[in-house]
T-cell receptor, first 111, second 115 residues
Framework: AQSVAQPEDQVNVAEGNPLTVKCTYS??????LFWYVQYPNRGLQFLLK??????LVKGSYGFEAEFNKSQTSFHLKKPSALVSDSALYFC?????????FGAGTQVVVTP | ETGVTQSPTHLIKTRGQQVTLRCSSQ?????VSWYQQALGQGPQFIFQ???????GRGNFPPRFSGLQFPNYSSELNVNALELDDSALYLC??????????????FGPGTRLTVT
């Protein structure tokens, strides 16, 4: 069984400040972890994935995520947030197109 | 933008009716998954199709059914609509098993409202 938890419903950050969106997972076996972003009235856009290998994963639009096995976490980070990063972020677990999503975290970046 | 398209964009149906939603996968992708996203929630996995066969199903009743065609387009059919079926329905295509690590490319979704 696979599940994820995003402990924050919303994250507020000022433009130019670092952005972190938290995610913890519970999976049996090796975890396949992803980050997606959803803009209003749009589908989900793939940001990055962790399958195996380096714990620091670099993705699209300047985002990266750190896989921490001991803490079962996969937090998303961006060094300098933009107003255009305001959106809903999801960290599903799964593979081969069968993803288990949490409720997501709304990111609000203020000018 | 991904190469995944969905139709229609919006749809309003009455409780008890049947609905068909359509999806065209990204070129080269032969696996499609469908998700239901209720308002304020994350997407929930409905089922996946691979080479025209169902290849996994989430916790959805049999009145949710699907088809995948030889050109890898697909349909989601829902019979006997209920008010709780009101949601955004997303399809996502990906490479076949063993050909990728499973990242999916989502369409923009179909917003279904059941009254």
């Amino acid at each position: 069984a696979q599940s994820v938890a995003q402990p924050e419903d919303q994250v507020n950050v000022a433009e130019g400040n670092p952005l972190t969106v938290k995610c913890t997972y519970s999976v049996s076996g090796n975890p396949y972890l992803f980050w997606y972003v959803q803009y209003p009235n749009r589908g989900l856009q793939f940001l990055l994935k962790y399958i195996t290998g380096d714990n620091l994963v670099k993705g699209s639009y300047g985002f990266e995520a750190e896989f921490n096995k001991s803490q079962t976490s996969f937090h998303l980070k961006k060094p300098s947030a933009l107003v255009s990063d305001s959106a809903l972020y999801f960290c599903p677990a799964g593979s081969w197109g069968k993803l288990q999503f949490g409720a997501g975290t709304q990111v609000v970046v203020t000018p | 933008e991904t190469g995944v398209t969905q139709s229609p964009t919006h749809l309003i149906k009455t409780r008890g009716q049947q609905v068909t939603l359509r999806c065209s996968s990204q070129s080269g992708h032969n696996t499609v998954s469908w998700y239901q996203q209720a308002l304020g929630q994350g997407p929930q996995f409905i089922f996946q199709y691979y080479r025209e066969e169902e290849n996994g199903r989430g916790n959805f009743p049999p009145r949710f059914s699907g088809l995948q065609f030889p050109n890898y387009s697909s349909e989601l059919n829902v019979n006997a609509l209920e008010l709780d079926d009101s949601a955004l329905y997303l399809c996502a295509s990906s490479l076949a098993l063993g050909q990728g690590a499973g990242e999916q490319y989502f369409g923009p979704g179909t917003r279904l409202t059941v009254t």
